[in-house]
Nanobody
Framework: QVQLVESGGGLVQPGGSLRLSCVAS???????MGWYRQAPGKERELVAR???????NYADSVKGRFTISRDNAKITAYLQMNNLKPEDTAVYYC?????????????????WGQGTLVTVSS
């Protein structure tokens, strides 16, 4: 079983910064990780993702402000968010596609974290 635990959300003023962390645990052979967010009344959307070899991609709305990175030794992904705007307010979810084995061979398993709230307000 693979689990994700997020941390780092909170209240920040416009223009401020926050860093989110997502730690994965379990029997993991390879893992691609990413961050999604869901604002009130809106659908969940991709923010950024990073593959196991470090390739990244970002939503247009966060390019130049957010940076996703990873520490493979700690199986942790980070989302550094700078110049935050009120429209960035949302619950941020960590997502992973983890290559694991469950008794019937290796397969990719999609996993979600519990979410962490980011509020950008003065």
């Amino acid at each position: 079983q693979v689990q994700l635990v997020e941390s780092g959300g909170g209240l920040v003023q416009p223009g401020g910064s926050l860093r989110l962390s997502c730690v994965a645990s379990g029997r993991i052979f390879r893992i691609h990780m990413g961050w999604y967010r869901q604002a009130p009344g809106k659908e969940r959307e991709l923010v950024a993702r990073i593959t196991s070899d470090g390739t990244t991609n970002y939503a247009d709305s966060v390019k130049g402000r957010f940076t996703i990175s990873r520490d493979n030794a700690k199986i942790t992904a980070y989302l550094q968010m700078n110049n935050l705007k009120p429209e960035d307010t949302a619950v941020y979810y960590c997502n992973a596609a983890a290559l694991t084995d469950g008794g019937s061979g290796r397969r990719y398993l999609e996993v979600w974290g519990q979410g962490t709230l980011v509020t950008v307000s003065s």
